[in-house]
């Protein structure tokens, strides 16, 4: 697989004010937050199903399509710009992972989530970077529906948006495609909290 820069960032979640605050929406702060750092203004594209800007020679999506049906809005802008699988990356919520922890990875499972699952089976491939943003696990998987698209409470917002910031400062190696050294950046765990003495 060669090493290229991104030409596509896409962020999931689900549009529509009620959502805006919830957990499966993080792909879509991140997102929002790398446009207001590069300057990108997102407009709604309606051929692309979702919210577009552009940054330089990359292309910023939030689909609007709902979580499971996000591959919609992904291949069509992939198509158009004949962008290939392994020039994009999608950010997500990732149940598996505790909040104000990261992963950056290419390719890989799907962990049941409905908007990679969508995107791989129109892209008919897994083959693409992911940045998974931890938001935790409810404890039991019949709580996984209620709690994504639930508010973090106010301790676990302020992690994930502490781990935001350390993938968005992480972005011009990113944006290089030194994937390896973003990733280095992006998996390290963050330092536990000095005890008072």
């Known amino acids: 697989m060669t090493q290229s820069a991104p030409k596509l960032i896409v962020g999931l979640g689900n ?11 993080a792909g879509f702060w991140f997102c929002e937050r790398l446009a207001q750092d590069l300057g990108a203004r997102l407009n709604h594209e309606s051929r692309f199903h979702g919210f577009v800007g552009k940054a330089g ?24 710009y004949r962008i290939l699988p392994n020039e994009i990356l999608v950010v997500h919520d990732e149940l598996d992972i505790p ?3 990261l992963r950056l990875k290419y390719g890989g499972g799907l962990g049941g989530h409905n908007g990679l699952k969508d995107i791989s089976s129109r892209l008919s491939t897994q083959d693409y970077w992911r940045l998974r943003i931890g938001i935790g696990h409810p404890g039991d998987k019949n709580e996984v529906a209620n709690f994504v698209l639930n ?14 910031d350390r993938a968005l400062s992480a972005w011009p190696k990113i944006a290089k495609g030194d994937w390896n050294a973003a990733t280095q950046h ?8 000095k005890e008072k003495a």
């Open 151 to 164: 508010r973090p409470r106010r301790e676990e917002q302020t992690e994930i948006d502490t781990a935001i």
């Open 99 to 101: 909040p104000g922890q």
């Open 15 to 25: 549009p529509g004010a009620e959502y805006t605050e919830t957990r499966h929406n």
């Open 57 to 80: 020679d990359t292309w910023l999506l939030l689909p609007q399509t709902f979580m499971n049906r996000s591959g919609q809005s992904v291949l069509a802008l992939a198509h158009f």
């Open 186 to 193: 992006i998996n390290a765990r963050p330092a536990a909290p």
